[in-house]
């Protein structure tokens, strides 16, 4: 058994957690779910990606390669290159890394903390607007939409 096979292991369990975790409520140009199943099927030596066009997305091995084989790309000015070279992230992963972020997202799937720290309802719904909290929750989860008009009388009589 290689050095390398307890890390693909490992990335084949988390890549199984992350498929797991719940799908993101407001829509991103990149998701964090999405990301890292590529990121980590790919260290995994899995094939594919969860729901990636690769055909209209470069990968990070295709945009290492394009800084490192040009001198300026582009157009970049030499220092800009520099900073970009230094900001790729480097995969140094190891088995014990790999296991240390599963437990955090079982964590993060369990709500642990929310469980363990358990706030009342003084600041879920503080007295001074008691409904402030829920109205935030209901224009994210798009239930109620709010107009403009009854958004100024909050913010003017806050109500």
């Known amino acids: 058994m290689s050095l ?3 890390v693909r292991e490992a990335a084949k369990q988390l890549v199984g ?4 975790f719940p799908a993101e409520r407001i829509r991103h140009i990149v998701s964090f779910k999405s990301s890292q199943i590529g990121r980590f099927k790919r260290v995994a030596g899995l094939s594919g990606t969860d729901g990636w066009n690769e055909s ?3 990968s990070i091995d295709e945009i290492k390669d394009i800084i490192s084989r040009t001198s300026a790309p ?3 000015q030499k220092d800009l ?3 970009m070279q230094a900001a790729i992230p480097e995969d140094n992963l190891s088995e014990q ?6 437990r955090a997202l079982n964590t993060l ?5 929310k469980t363990y720290y358990d706030v009342g309802d003084k600041l ?13 929750l209901d224009e994210v989860q798009g239930k109620q939409k709010e107009t403009f008009f009854s958004a100024f009388r909050t913010v003017v009589f806050g109500k």
Do not use: F, T, W
């Open 74 to 76: 582009l157009g970049l």
């Open 17 to 20: 957690v992350l498929e797991k």
């Open 124 to 136: 879920y719904k503080p007295a001074g607007r008691p409904n402030y909290y829920q109205r935030i």
């Open 109 to 113: 799937m369990s709500n642990k903390y």
């Open 56 to 58: 209209k997305k470069a």
């Open 81 to 83: 290159l520099k900073k």
């Open 4 to 6: 390398q096979q307890p």
């Open 97 to 102: 890394s790999i296991k240390e972020q599963i």
